[in-house]
């Protein structure tokens, strides 16, 4: 029987509240949203924290998809299966979908939040992924006030964010453009299962050229977002031999290891063929004529 | 600490160390060893439970944090010795062997039944899908999904008010 070792308990019932508790508890405190990644860790004594903060009661103050202006605002507690469902992003901003159906499996998808998702930033983490390539914004907020953090300034590297002791993330604000869309690619071995390999593709294009281009690749070392394939597709005119090449270049910059989910050589393949792929798709569903 | 939780529509207050997990607190404190515990990694689904209604880990929850929800266990299924449909699902098309697997599979049922308008549209894609995140070593599925088709068919017959 695994359980986590001893610790003291703290229920949140306002974000207000949650953050007076950071502020007190300091570094001796975690979070706990599902529960679905930070129990298994606690079990396996990866985590021991003195605290817990539960915010379990904050998943309707926290739980929401929104269109505003010129973005889409998700609260960090919505859960896994609310992103699924959401007809909005599945319409603006589909690489969620695409991502979801592929994370964990319905009962962890019922609890499991993105803001303890992104926040845990397991480099195999799908929802990471999909955030960086669409080049979302985590808001994260203490008591002393709020900070915007591009993803690539929240995402310090597996494991580790740009949230402090005493701060916590409230919301995820995701880019809109008219002439943008996305998709993900995953290759796993079984329901539920941690991708061998992934990735995220998000692109804009204005005048028939790509404007703004957002790569992301999973599990194949601790950069997530591939700037080598951003900037191989930056300006160009999209096309099949274009997004191969730039998923290469990716794919070459990567850094797999091998493990038990495959070797390095196959996870750079696979790596890249889902580049190309999820390329492919958001072009498509833009309606581009591709050559 | 002291928690309440609803379990089956009534409220059992213990005391507990924080970090008791739901599914010994079902089983040990309460007595409800209907909910089985199997990989205690949060694998496979033998301690799922309904938590408002929806199916959860009950390894993968702590008993404080039940203490905001309803619980529904596999003991809450059969209501004044009368077997809820999924039950008599299981029955009529053999979804179980050992029976490991077979609390967790039929509240996920019961939830995926109460989710839809209309249980008999569902596919067996569906219905494959609402359980895939359990694991049964046993019956290789296709008994599990021909039994929560049979409940789908038999609804609970309304009681005249
Ligand atoms: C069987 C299984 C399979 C899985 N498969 C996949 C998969 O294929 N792909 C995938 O991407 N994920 C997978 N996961 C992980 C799953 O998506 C988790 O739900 C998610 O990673 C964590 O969300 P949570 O709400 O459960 O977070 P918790 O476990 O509650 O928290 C995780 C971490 O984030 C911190 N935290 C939580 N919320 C906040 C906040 N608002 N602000 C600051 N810090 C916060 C916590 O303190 C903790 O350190 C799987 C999990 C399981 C159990
Ligand atoms: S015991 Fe909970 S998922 Fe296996
Ligand atoms: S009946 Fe034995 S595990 Fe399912």
Known sequence: MQVPAPFEYERATSVEEALKLLAELGADARLLAGGYSLLPMMKLRLATPKWIVDIDPLAAELGYVEEDGDAIRIGAMTTHRDLLESELLAGRAPIFRDAEREIADPVVRNRGTIGGALCQADPSEDLSAVCTALGAEIVVRSLAGERVLHMEDFYRGPYQTAVADDEMAVEIRVPLHDRSSSAYEKINRRVGDWAVAAAGAALTIEDGVIADAGIALVAVGSEVASTAAREALLGREPAEALFEEAAAAGAAACTPITDQRGTAAYKRHAVGVLAARALGRAAERLALEVA | ?161
Not at chain 2, 28 to 56: F, I, K, Q, R
Not at chain 2, 70 to 88: A, K, M, Y
Request: charged fraction near 20%.
């Open chain 2, 1 to 161: 600490m002291q928690v309440t939780v609803n379990v089956n529509g009534r409220d059992h207050t213990r005391e507990v160390e924080p970090r008791t997990l739901l599914v010994h607190f079902l089983r040990d404190d309460l007595g409800l060893t209907g909910t089985h515990w199997g990989c205690d990694t949060s694998n496979c689904g033998a301690c799922v439970v309904l938590m408002d209604g929806e199916p959860a880990k009950s390894c993968t929850v702590l008993a404080a944090t039940a203490a905001g929800h309803e619980i529904r266990t596999v003991e809450g299924l059969e209501v004044d010795g009368v077997l809820d449909p999924v039950q008599q699902g299981f029955t009529e098309e053999h979804g179980l062997q050992c029976g490991f697997c077979t609390a967790g599979m039929m509240l996920t049922a019961r939830a995926l039944l109460d989710s839809v308008p209309d249980p008999t549209s569902l596919t067996d894609a569906e219905i494959r899908d609402a359980i895939s995140g359990q694991i049964c070593r046993c019956t290789g599925y296709a008994t599990i999904v021909r039994s929560i088709r049979w409940a789908a068919e038999h609804p609970k017959e309304e009681q005249p008010a």
